[in-house]
């Protein structure tokens, strides 16, 4: 079945480097374009920006830029999120998801999400 | 950017109300707004796209209407596992931005 499987919650210390990944199996992965959505603890859903699976060509929302890199292999058909100078206030979890052109691009695949704990 | 605002924040009711949550768009963006359910763990989920169109599995006692600026989402007949957190998300314009959510809670 169509599926995003992501990885394991990471533990990390202020100043270091992330990098979540997004296994994508049971369709064509360049065929839809990747979005990552970021949630804090107890808040909403913000969007990160998303990769285009064609090309890999990435577009980051605002506050998303420097900080956070979106990349594929495409050979592996996964997607990663590289977080680097990693700070308390990143604590969140990331998600993967799947938009679908055929419902003008809502995002219809889900990854589990990966949990990130930046703390000293 | 967009900005989506819904209403309420947070809603009390029972099994069997009917309940209606609504998403405001600060510009026009067609129909190209979606609703999503999440529970607490787990990844959200696409209940309704382009506004009304019920996703396959989700029940029918959900429905979205509405265009350019308003949108409503209704559950008819509440179920004791539709009490989650509902988003709004538009998809017409990046930032594809989502509402602040609705926690629906048990009275």
């Known amino acids: 079945q169509v599926q995003l499987v992501q990885s394991g919650s990471e533990l990390k210390k202020p100043g270091a480097s992330v990098k979540v990944s997004c296994k994508a199996s049971?369709?064509?992965?360049?065929?839809?374009?990747l979005h990552w959505v970021r949630q804090a603890r107890g808040k909403g859903l913000e969007w990160m920006g998303w990769i285009n699976t064609n090309t890999g060509n990435p577009t980051y929302a605002q506050g998303f830029t420097g900080q956070f890199v979106f990349s594929l292999d495409t050979s592996v058909s996964t997607a990663y999120l590289q977080i680097s100078n990693l700070k308390a206030e990143d604590t969140a979890v990331y998600y993967c998801a799947r938009a679908a052109a055929i419902a003008l691009g809502a995002f219809e695949i889900w990854g589990q999400g990966t949990m990130v704990t930046v703390s000293s | 950017d967009i900005k989506m605002t819904q209403s309420p924040s947070s809603l009390s009711a029972s099994v069997g109300d009917r309940v209606t949550i609504t998403c405001r768009a600060s510009?026009?963006?067609?129909?190209?707004l979606n609703w999503y359910q999440q529970k607490p763990g787990k990844a959200p989920k696409l209940l309704i796209s382009?506004?009304?169109s019920l996703q396959s599995g989700v029940p029918l006692r959900f429905s979205g209407s509405g265009s350019g600026t308003d949108f409503t989402l209704t559950i008819s007949s509440l179920q004791p596992e539709d009490f989650a957190t509902y988003y709004c998300?538009?998809?017409?314009?990046?930032?594809?931005?989502f509402g602040q959510g609705t926690k629906l809670e048990i009275k």
């Open positions: 998300q538009q998809t017409y314009t990046v930032p594809h931005t």
């Open positions: 049971g369709y064509t992965f360049n065929s839809a374009a």
């Open positions: 382009v506004v009304s």
């Open positions: 510009q026009n963006i067609n129909s190209y």
